[in-house]
């Protein structure tokens, strides 16, 4: 039985840091796989509401977004604070979204140009009425998928 | 010389610092984003418009005001009774058993003041220019919500599942193509039954 109790030294042996690196190696590969690149920054308030009944969009490369939304405090100055739709990276009127999709849909493959869907990443509190217009342009353009994209959550929480 | 025979080994310490640097130019750059949402088909853009014969039983308006309040039908309604008043209107069934039209999947009240049947009923959807986009994801989620419920029942009704169990499980990239093409089929099916009719009024553009 003396082979199971044989040494017994004094000092504790040092905690191994050899699988730190692993450790870090896979948090990355993790936030390397559930984000995506920022492509544009963001340059309106984008509090989206909340919905349960939703669906995923399905594919990434499908989806052409159009974010609207109070122009964020940097650029409220120059911009003022009504709600203003920004694509790509620059502020725009309702009357450029028709252009902005044709321009989208052109560079996207020919076999996926007539499956896009648009994301509306929309500012809860933005209005209506320029939400409307925006409808009105991508029917122009025959973009008749629309997405409303939200959170996941209770819809009576957009309502206070 | 002889002493070069061990290799010396390399420092593995600063491997760690190396994948933290990276780790975090990552959490920098990137972000997490949504990517679900409430699927909407926008109708056809016609230049006339088309007049159609329309029984005003069949029509279910629902007016969002400036405030975020609701006028279902002429009248305040709040958005905790909307599901169900929308549910009631469209499960209606009003034309009664031997008659053309009659809906024998309906579980409504046949009221012949609602609607005749699902495929009729109509919710026209109107919102102010002012009202928040918050307040009208609400509405529209609770309209979703009520075919959802709706169709779920038809479902389960028909084949044990549920509507959004069988449309998720569609979407999955593990199913089979079998399996898929089964599901479509009684998706499409029941989509049918209960079709998703919400117009929407065009408001009038901004007078600049």
Known sequence: MSKFAKKKSGDLPAV??????????????????????KDSSLKVENVLPNANEIKKLEKKDRVI??????????????????PKIQLNDKFANASDVGDYILMERAKKPQELQNVLTTSLKVDKNANMGLISDIKQELRKVNALKVNYTTYEGDAFNNVD | MGRRTKMPGVNAGSMADIAFLLLIFFLVTTSIETDAGLDRRLPRENK?????????????PILIGKNGDLM???????????????????????????????????????????SDNPLKAVIALNSH???KYG???????????????LRDREAQHLYQKNFTDMDREYHRPETTAEAKAD??????????????????????????
Request: with cysteine.
């Open chain 2, 129 to 131: 220019r002012e009202t």
């Open chain 1, 65 to 82: 977004t159009i974010y609207v939304g109070a122009p964020t405090r940097e650029y409220a100055k120059v911009y003022g604070t009504e």
């Open chain 2, 72 to 114: 279902v039908k002429e009248e305040l309604a709040s958005l905790g009774e909307l599901r169900a008043f929308v549910r009631a209107f469209i499960d209606n069934g009003g034309i009664l058993e031997g008659n053309q039209g009659h809906c024998g999947y309906c579980g409504g009240e046949a009221d012949p003041e609602s």
């Open chain 2, 183 to 208: 599901l479509r089929n009684k998706i499409k099916y029941i989509r049918g039954l209960y079709p998703l009719n919400i117009v929407e009024l065009p408001q009038q553009q901004k007078s600049e």
């Open chain 2, 48 to 60: 006339d418009s088309v007049v159609v014969d329309y029984h005003k039983r069949n029509i279910l």
């Open chain 2, 135 to 149: 307040v009208y994801i609400a509405v529209q989620n609770e309209l979703v919500g009520a075919y959802n419920e």
């Open chain 1, 16 to 37: 191994s840091t050899a699988s730190l690196p692993d450790i870090v190696f896979m948090l990355l590969f993790f936030f390397m796989t559930v984000t995506v690149m």
